[in-house]
């Protein structure tokens, strides 16, 4: 009896510290804010304070819903104070990329707020966004750049978060504690959504979306439908191209999804096509006209492309270009946007951590091959993964054009949640009865 209940006893131990733990972390950080004489840093403190009562209230929630609930809270904890830890290593090192520029037009947009006016730019979307969003947090907070930054973390772990629910919804005999390490730990995740600008808010926005897919590819509910509205909106507001990778996988999902409904599948398959197709095709007409894409033809897009990766090659981190039309230039594109630079390519310290970074997944990916090999033979069995593996395909597509080292390695934490479940999509968690997992192998 006592060794049933030592289960229960160590789980609520091992919250209990969790939240001692955090609770003294942020104690000694919202005390270093505080104890600095400037308006902005304390209300950094306040925003940080705010965020602790918030999360602890989020991170409880999500851990009472999963199998791996005390582990999972103190996982979702360390993110959150790693975060906090590579926001400020991006203060020290000049990572910051247009924070300052997002901080000053914050602002001014809150004034003109706070006057009862509506700020007037050039668009609503994309860096627009991003400023406009800035205005409305310091019409509430005040300007602080340390507030902003601390709360754009948050809201990047908070789309990790949704990535692992995702994970665990669509695949509940993955390998829930491998994709909870990579999602809410990995360095990339954890250093590029942690400032002020679009990387945290798109994968925050994409982790919704990915979740909001994984309900629906079980039922059709509108919780599903919610998350997934609230995603794509974000992505079309945050970055409007990948919006339409994201919704042409989402449709490549649903058109081989099984429906199990006797002679009448084929004609509920029509009637969600008759739905789902238009909508999807609005969509990426809305974000062709944001990204000022002339033409939806195939030579439109690819001149498209072509142009945009032509404005990366520039600066201290180029590369030569790689042309991922060609069966090996796509091959060549997809090691470039998963793992390069390489060792010898890298000709700084931080490029060199990446390279290091870079060959630790190609390493992970090789000892998991048989989990990846699994996923990949599973597609035609799995709406879910046919979604994971479109996007992932598109999206090497369009950015293994890009020809310049730092804004690969910024843009790929966009990819990587998706890599991160064909590495854990076989089952390798132990069950109650101490044996391993079988991996689910019938049609979802």
């Known amino acids: 009896m006592s060794t049933l209940a030592s289960g229960p006893v ?8 969790a939240v001692l733990g955090l609770t003294l972390a942020l104690a000694w950080g919202i005390g270093t804010l505080m104890s600095v004489k400037d308006m902005a840093t304390v209300r950094a403190a306040v925003v940080l304070s705010t965020l602790l009562v918030v999360s602890l209230l989020i991170f409880w929630a999500a851990a009472r819903s999963d199998p791996e609930g005390s582990l999972l809270l103190v996982v979702l904890i360390l ?16 990572l910051l990329a247009d924070a300052f520029v997002y ?19 050039d668009r609503y979307w994309s860096t627009g966004f991003v400023r406009l969003v800035t205005g409305m947090v310091y019409l509430i907070t005040g300007p602080t750049l340390y507030g ?10 908070l789309g990790m978060l949704g990535f692992y629910k995702a994970f665990t919804v669509a695949f509940p005999d993955g390998n829930r504690r491998l994709y909870m390490a990579l999602i809410l730990l990995y360095p990339s995740m954890l250093l590029w959504t942690s400032s002020l600008g679009k990387d945290a808010l798109m994968v925050l926005a994409l982790g919704m979306g990915a979740y909001g897919a994984a309900r629906l590819h079980r039922r059709l509910d509108v919780p599903g439908l919610w998350w997934l509205a609230l995603g794509v909106a974000g992505m079309l507001m945050v970055r409007p191209h990948i919006v339409g990778v994201f919704v042409v996988a989402l449709v490549a999902s649903m058109l081989v999804r099984p429906i199990r409904a006797g002679v009448l599948s084929p004609v509920i398959r029509l009637a969600g096509l008759a739905v789902l197709v238009p909508v999807a095709l609005s969509l990426i007409s809305t974000a062709a006209g944001f990204i000022r894409l002339e ?13 945009a990766g032509g404005q990366t090659e520039q600066g201290g981190s180029a590369f030569a270009r790689i042309n991922p039309r060609t069966p090996v230039g796509f091959v060549l594109g997809t090691l470039t946007v998963l793992f390069r630079p390489f060792p010898w390519e890298a000709h700084t310290v931080f490029a060199s951590m990446t390279a290091l970074e870079g060959l630790g997944l190609l390493a992970l990916v090789l000892l998991r091959w048989r989990s990846v090999k699994a996923a990949l033979l599973a597609v035609r069995r799995d709406s879910y993964l046919v979604m994971v593996l479109v996007y992932g395909l598109l999206f090497v597509f369009f950015f293994a054009n890009m020809a310049n080292f730092g804004i690969v390695a910024r843009q790929r934490v966009q990819v990587y949640p998706f890599v991160f479940m064909l590495i854990a999509y076989l089952g390798g968690h132990a069950s109650a009865s101490g044996r391993w997992s079988a991996v689910r192998t019938h049609d979802r």
Do not use: C, H
């Not at 993110?79 to 000049?94: P, W």
């Open 10 to 17: 160590q789980a609520n131990r091992m919250r209990a510290v």
């Open 79 to 94: 993110s959150f104070v790693f975060k906090l830890v590579a926001a400020y290593s991006r203060f020290r090192m000049g």
């Open 148 to 157: 902003a930054t601390i709360l754009w973390a948050w809201f990047g772990l």
């Open 295 to 307: 033409s939806l033809t195939t030579e439109g897009v690819l001149e498209f492309v072509e142009w």
């Open 103 to 121: 901080d000053k037009f914050g602002e001014d947009i809150a004034r003109t707020l706070a006057a009862g006016e509506w700020p007037v730019m």
